[in-house]
């Protein structure tokens, strides 16, 4: 095993954090937010991202992109996490690459990964329905006259919805939404936007086949990626906690001299580390073992929901007051972290198809 | 750039460590002295121990890498424990740091051909956790130190050959600058050992009483006085030889729990499914967190690994108890007899074939369990020194 960052890896992390410290500070973050030209923030964001050659770090040089592996995507969005930034970068550039790369013919390919690599085109992927739950067998075999996909990541503002559906049996297929009516449905994580996205299955431009297998290892690397965003925010969390009981003083002294916050503090870290070596090492197992990712993703999902939770509630926790106020940033590391939790998976269904691999169910 | 795979070399090292415990791994009891000490010099004459110390000493000179293949296929032969560990992984260590060249010399290879059992003298009844607070007197006389005082919890004392010691040398120093190290021949009058039967009926540990115990100064580590400084570097060291370690057993114990699980008669419950889930998620995680912070583990980083293998092996061993159902309180009849009588044990749950089943059970490892966030330094104190020493937070 090794988990060192390579000099390449070192300068994405490096450049990655100093960008975002200064295009996606939380001023910009709450302009998003708040302001009537929220959007504009977000979108400003996006150029400057693409122009990095971010939204095509994945896909390959066949298409114009970086060519790149997930444990090098992991880096990078363990910086992204930690800055909040927006769900793009997580639909287009890691949920929508895997899904074409993996169903779409090469021809499809060709005519969309290259826009999506530079950016120019948005793109988003729609996959679990209402009562479908986490599981792709669950999805409808026959969709019917009209399919419906919820939890779709940034679906207001991208360009190309895909939809991917069962097509009976363990087959699937992925497919552009055109005409799709997006409604905007609202998760506690108010920094990212999701959405319900209906289509006529008549309107259903099939770019290609795959299996439920294929379907369930997009779900997995888009869950890695999620994973490394969620130890990144993490990381965030325990710094900004950190500073915080150095300088905060009562009893006369800074409250980090006592041990009951230390204590907690030293949880906050365990819990990083751990959860960090989950992320490298499923996205490595991506990267170069296929075969075994599906046990990899569960490891490294279940232990970044418990560290983002955990670490997100310790961090209000020792902030006192000023941590429950919604000024401070913490809520908003916790509600990336609570809505992540159910996304791709939570903990107990990651258990469960661990408990399940190991024959103990 | 491959990050799972082994590179040509490793995988070379590898195979022919394989081969060699495929071929020469024995089946021993964990109270047999003799044969466990054979099976130590067996290994060191092929060249498996000491895999990082230098060659001069009878170490291999490799690095890290080499260690922990080693440690990923010591788990999967499940070879005995090595007897002794204290030597190997603590005193060796500190003597390689901080040791005169004669000293080297003079301990490193029988440490490593188990000629020599060491043990480690730093806890006495009134310094656990406050190790400063160590009251065993160090008077100079001459060319010798005369030596009166207690330690406790002192791992293989009762087979322990030498003594990897700290004494207080200046009583009236402020409290962490008269302290001294010193390496004290177990055999030396006035030395004398009692067992120290714990909670599951063994006697790993012992008392060891110093009464006027004559030391040359020739056997002082370091300067006289800088014994705290040389504690706390045996302290780095062992954490961080302790959690390569751990990592190992961890493997073995989940792999136990997994045999365990598969034997019911009775498939587990949801819930107890995805508890045992949960711990391979965790020793998965731990495992690799070893590996992933390597070159951070001589340092503070090393408790972040120790506090949480601590609380993950005592959450396995009660799964594994709990996976009995109402027979989990259940002993083997004459459990803790078979034990009582125990003249050396080690301070290791690695499990061999003809091990008394009672200390194979999960009863044992529950209780043994215990100990995990005691010894080695308490979960509180590390967590402390995580917030301090790591993290940054102020100390007053």
Redesign the interface.
């Known amino acids: 095993?090794?988990?060192s960052l390579?000099e390449e890896q070192v300068l994405l992390r490096d450049s990655a954090r100093e960008f975002l410290g200064e295009e996606w500070p939380s001023a910009e973050l709450r302009r998003m937010l708040d302001a009537a030209d929220g959007a504009a923030a977000a979108q400003a964001l996006w150029s400057k991202m693409s122009d990095l050659g971010w939204p095509g770090l994945l896909v390959s040089e066949d298409y114009d992109g970086l060519g790149l592996g997930m444990?090098d995507l992991a880096v990078l969005m363990e910086e992204t996490g930690a800055a909040l930034i927006p769900g793009t970068l997580h639909a287009s550039g890691l949920l929508a690459v895997s899904a074409l790369e993996a169903m779409a013919t090469q021809e499809s390919c060709q005519k969309y990964l290259p826009d999506i690599a530079e950016g120019k085109l948005k793109a988003t992927v729609g996959i679990y329905e209402p009562g479908s739950g986490w599981t792709p067998m669950m999805l409808a075999p026959d969709a019917g006259e009209v399919v419906t996909k919820r939890y779709v990541p940034d679906g207001a503002s991208a360009d190309l919805i895909l939809f991917v559906n069962r097509t009976g049996g363990n087959g699937a297929q992925i497919a552009i939404a055109h005409e799709a009516q997006v409604e905007d449905i609202y998760s506690m994580d108010v920094t990212r936007s999701l959405s319900q996205v209906t289509c006529s299955a008549d309107k259903l431009e099939v770019l290609g086949e795959g299996t439920i297998a294929d379907v369930q290892a997009v779900i997995d690397r888009a869950a890695i990626g999620l994973s490394a965003e969620l130890i990144g925010s993490s990381a965030r969390v325990?710094d900004m906690t950190?500073e915080y009981?150095?300088s905060r003083k009562q009893f006369g002294?800074?409250v980090?001299?006592f041990?009951a916050?230390?204590?907690k503090?030293?949880?906050m870290?365990?819990g990083i580390?751990?959860?960090?070596?989950?992320v490298?090492?499923a996205a490595?197992?991506a990267?170069?073992?296929p075969d075994d990712l599906a046990r990899a993703a569960?490891?490294a999902k279940?232990?970044a929901n418990q560290t983002a939770v955990s670490v997100g509630e310790l961090g209000i926790q020792l902030h006192g007051g000023l941590g429950f106020t919604w000024e401070q940033d913490l809520h908003l590391y916790l509600k990336r972290a609570k809505a992540a939790e159910f996304t791709y998976g939570d903990t107990?269904w990651h258990?469960?198809r661990?408990?399940h691999g190991?024959?103990?169910? | 750039?491959?990050?799972?795979?082994d590179t040509p070399a490793e995988a070379a090292f590898r195979d022919r460590l394989r081969t060699w415990l495929e071929a020469n791994t024995p089946k021993i009891g964990k109270h047999d002295v003799a044969a466990l000490k054979a099976w130590q010099r067996k290994l060191h004459e092929a060249g498996w121990l000491g895999l990082t110390w230098p060659a001069e000493y009878g170490g291999q000179g490799l690095g890290f890498r080499e260690q922990?293949i080693f440690n990923e296929e010591a788990a999967r032969a499940r070879i005995p424990p090595n007897i002794n560990n204290i030597g190997l992984m603590i005193a060796g260590p500190a003597l390689i740091a901080v040791g005169s060249e004669a000293h080297k010399k003079r301990y490193l290879p029988k440490i490593l051909s188990a000629e020599e059992i060491w043990c480690q003298g730093f806890s006495e009844p009134n310094a656990g956790s406050d190790l400063a607070a160590l009251q065993t007197r160090a008077v100079d006389d001459g060319d010798d130190y005369v030596i009166t005082g207690q330690k406790i919890w002192t791992s293989n004392s009762l087979i322990a050959d030498y003594i990897w010691l700290l004494v207080r040398t200046d009583p009236n120093a402020p409290r962490h600058k008269g302290i001294t190290a010193l390496v004290v021949d177990m055999k030396s009058p006035g030395v004398t050992v009692k067992p120290l039967r714990q909670i599951t009926g063994e006697a790993e540990f012992g008392e060891v009483f110093f009464d006027e115990v004559r030391v040359p100064k020739a056997n002082r580590v370091g300067a006289e006085n800088d014994g705290w400084i040389i504690g706390m570097k045996t302290f780095t060291r062992e954490r961080a030889n302790l959690s390569v370690a751990l990592s190992v057993r961890l493997q073995q114990q989940f792999d136990r729990l997994?045999d365990s699980?598969?034997n019911r008669d009775v498939?587990?419950d949801?819930q107890q499914?995805?508890e045992?889930?949960?711990a391979?998620?965790?020793s998965?995680?731990?495992t690799?967190?070893c590996?992933?912070?390597a070159d951070r583990l001589f340092g503070f980083e090393s408790s972040?690994v120790k506090?949480?293998w601590a609380e993950m092996n005592q959450r396995l061993q009660r799964i594994g108890l709990s996976t009995l159902g109402p027979d989990a309180p259940l002993l083997s009849a004459g459990a803790f007899d078979q034990v009582g009588d125990t003249t050396a044990t080690f301070g290791t749950e690695a499990l061999s074939e003809g091990d008394e089943s009672y200390a194979k059970s999960w009863q044992f490892g529950y209780l043994r369990a215990r100990a995990n966030s005691i010894e080695g330094g308490t979960s509180?104190i590390?967590?402390?020194v995580?917030?301090?020493r790591?993290?940054?937070?102020?100390?007053?």
């Open positions: 095993m090794d988990f390579n444990f325990l950190v009981v150095k002294r800074a980090g001299t041990q916050v230390q204590h503090a030293a949880d870290l365990i580390e751990k959860g960090r070596t989950g490298y090492y490595a197992v990267d170069e073992r569960s490891v279940a232990t107990k258990l469960d661990i408990a190991l024959g103990l169910s | 750039m491959t990050r799972l795979q922990a997994l699980v598969r498939p587990l949801p499914a995805r045992v889930a949960q391979y998620v965790d998965q995680c731990l690799l967190t590996e992933r912070m972040v506090v949480a509180e590390l967590r402390s995580i917030a301090e790591v993290l940054g937070l102020p100390r007053k």
